[in-house]
């Protein structure tokens, strides 16, 4: 009909199929987000999306930056400050060598130090800086000098070989060789030369050529009991005595282990204080596990290093004026036995 009322659209279209067959709800008008947020909502939202973008992008950007630049941040220079230019600061670089190349901004600092102090024990502290582009700043701390060393070593008697003996080691020798090789021409030594000893030179024997005399190396001791030979002897500082060696020492060599190094300067810091008398040299006996404090009244006390020191000071302490110790002209003082003090007067036959 053209004028008739206008049917209403169907809801659902007659099937047999059950998607269609099942009565659907009236489609519901959304709301109007839009009009409810207004203009400043919109702006706002606009704002965090805007903002949200940015951050992306930037970093993305920084991401991509140092990605590009990786490979110029790369170490090429390492640099050794230090406080005493005695320091062989070349051999530290020769070391650190093997990280040029590595990537700045990702190098671990650790390895730095760790490298140090296996290699150069004798920095007390070390401080590692990376300034960018592509260099590394390390700055050194020795520990410091707290004594001077003598040092006495004594090297082994040499194998006494005669010329006979040499002579035949020698045959032999070129027997052998002409053996491999048919062109070779024989050396035929018939008899030795003479019966006369060949030694080495190296070795300093004694007047009568039996006893080898030792040989006395002076340098500086540092806290952790390493010789440091590149800095002159002070006169300030008390001696530590360390003798019977078998070779010579060498520069940075660690001469007394460091818990023995704390032992002796604990030692005399408390023998100080405990009984007002100054400490002007040291013994040092790793052997028999103790040391000698040589004193400024030329009294010597021996003291273990297997025992307290605090102990073996207070022992002495409590009877050194009650017993008038102090007036006696003593050679020396021992302190090694429990409970026990025993003391020997100069020139007696204790006195050695």
């Given amino acids: ?11 659902y ?3 047999q199929s059950r998607w269609y067959s099942r009565p659907r709800r009236r489609p519901v008008e959304r709301n109007n987000k839009a009009l409810k947020k207004g203009v400043k909502g919109l702006f706002r939202d606009w704002v965090k999306r805007s903002v949200y973008t940015a951050i992306v992008i930037a970093g993305a950007g920084v991401l991509f930056l140092i990605l590009f630049a990786f490979s110029y941040l790369s170490i090429t220079d390492i640099e050794v400050v230090r406080e005493n230019f005695n320091i062989d600061s070349g051999a530290i670089e020769n070391e650190l060598n093997r990280f040029i190349g590595k990537n700045l901004l990702f190098f ?3 390895q730095i130090y760790h ?10 502290e070390v401080k590692v800086d990376k300034i960018f582009p592509s260099t590394i700043k390390i700055e050194l701390k020795s520990h410091p000098i707290v004594a001077n060393l003598r040092a006495y070593y004594v090297l082994p008697k040499p194998e006494v070989v ?18 491999k090789d048919p062109n070779l021409a024989l ?3 018939d008899s030795p030369l003479g019966d006369e000893e060949v030694t080495d030179p190296i070795f300093d024997l004694g007047e009568g050529g039996d006893e080898p005399v030792a040989t006395e190396q002076k340098s500086l001791l540092n806290r952790i009991g390493q010789a440091i030979f590149d800095q002159e002897e002070n006169l300030e500082l008390m001696t530590i005595t360390v003798r019977q060696l078998s070779q010579p020492v060498e520069d940075r060599e660690q001469v007394i282990p460091k818990e023995h190094m704390d032992y002796i300067l604990d030692s005399i810091g408390y023998f100080t204080n405990a009984m007002g008398l100054e400490v002007l040299g040291v013994d040092y006996l790793p052997v028999a596990r103790e040391i000698h404090l040589k004193t400024e009244k030329k009294l010597t006390i021996w003291i273990s290093t297997e025992r307290d020191p605090k102990e073996q000071v207070n ?5 050194y004026e009650p017993a008038e110790l102090d007036q006696e002209d003593l050679s020396y003082i021992d302190l090694r036995v429990k409970d026990k003090v025993i003391y020997c007067p100069r020139n007696a036959r204790c006195d050695r």
């Fill in 315 to 319: 022992k002495l302490s409590t009877i």
């Fill in 162 to 179: 005669t010329e006979e003996e040499s002579f035949t080691e020698l045959s032999k020798a070129i027997e052998e060789l002409s053996g």
């Fill in 115 to 124: 490298t140090i102090n296996t290699h150069f024990p004798e920095f007390a």
């Fill in 108 to 110: 671990p600092k650790t």
């Fill in 1 to 11: 009909m053209i004028f008739g009322k206008k049917k209403p659209k169907r809801l």
């Fill in 187 to 189: 050396l035929k030594l």
């Fill in 13 to 15: 279209y007659p099937t």
